[in-house]
């Protein structure tokens, strides 16, 4: 009777309301109840400089940074400017965009927080900052000293 109607977004009791405003003029008191047997879900992939990376099943919508933040956020180490998500569009290959979240969490920009889709896959880089590769640089080199040292000590002595 009252033909095709929008639920995209409604809650039940909404979607109740909306079904007995519609029916009134076909059912004298109409009784309305609907109930959800399940949330449709989809799965997103979260790896590199999260917390916890791995499959995440989503069943409301969600944004990028939602989404990290269900993988525990990001790792000291992430490059926040250069968050790839790839995803299949219409059957044609995977589409990688670059996110800038550093936008996000210091400027507000949201429309850098792009909503998340089935089947995306989201990489968060580590960043390498001149500083962080000048210090591993030298963790390594001190690492080697040493343990050169306590070699040749080894062979003079034993």
Do not use: W
């Not at 059912?27 to 999260?50: H, L, R």
């Amino acid at each position: 009777f009252i033909g095709r109607i929008k639920v995209v977004g409604l809650t039940s009791s909404q979607l109740e309301s909306k079904l007995t405003r519609q029916m009134k003029p076909f059912v004298k008191n109409p009784d309305v109840t609907v109930s959800i047997a399940s949330k449709p879900s989809y799965k997103v992939q979260i790896y590199g400089s999260v917390r916890k990376p791995g499959l995440y099943v989503f069943t409301d919508k969600a944004t990028l940074m939602e989404a990290i933040n269900m993988a525990g956020g990001f790792t000291d180490d992430a490059k926040l400017a250069a968050v790839r998500v790839t995803r299949f569009v219409h059957h044609s290959p995977y589409v990688t965009e670059t996110d800038n979240c550093k936008k996000i969490l210091y400027d507000g920009e949201r429309q850098y927080d792009v909503p998340v889709l089935e089947n995306d896959i989201i990489f968060v880089p580590k960043s390498k900052s001149f500083f962080k590769v000048l210090l591993s640089f030298f963790e390594r080199a001190f690492d080697f000293i040493i343990f050169r040292r306590i070699d040749s000590s080894s062979l003079v002595n034993g």
